[in-house]
């Protein structure tokens, strides 16, 4: 059974950087798709970044394109979000999740990942 471990949350000043790890552990983490997703107060879950296996392409939302990078260390089992310049909105509860069959099109989809962690709050002062 695969299990999803996150650390690195934590507060901080708008403008400071954070970065947040997932270790994954229970399958062969190279297989897997990783993504990142947050939910912010009152609001829904929303996708962040994600990455397809054995150094597959990288997807960002929107929102954090250009500040936010997702990476993944294949011999610690370990991905990670680096985020720069961070903003108040950005605020939120950090979940990681992996996926066996994700294709493209659906790499920021929720529904499309199998496993997810029990999330690391980020709270980014102003």
């Known amino acids: 059974q695969v299990q999803l471990v996150e650390s690195g949350g934590g507060l901080v000043q708008a403008g400071a950087s954070l970065t947040l790890s997932c270790r994954f552990s229970?399958?062969?983490?190279?297989?897997?798709?990783m993504g990142w997703f947050r939910q912010a107060p009152g609001k829904e879950r929303e996708f962040v970044a994600a990455?397809?296996?054995?150094?597959?392409?990288?997807h960002y939302a929107d929102a954090v394109k250009g500040r936010f990078t997702i990476s993944r260390d294949n011999t610690k089992n370990t991905q990670y979000l680096r985020m720069n310049s961070l903003k108040p909105e950005d605020t939120a509860i950090y979940y990681c999740?992996?996926?066996?069959?994700?294709?493209?099109?659906?790499?920021?989809?929720?529904?499309?990942?199998?496993?997810w962690g029990q999330g690391t709050q980020v709270t980014v002062s102003s």
């Open positions: 990455d397809k296996p054995s150094g597959g392409s990288t």
């Open positions: 999740a992996a996926g066996s069959r994700l294709i493209t099109s659906s790499i920021a989809l929720q529904n499309a990942y199998d496993y």
């Open positions: 229970g399958s062969t983490f190279r297989r897997y798709a």
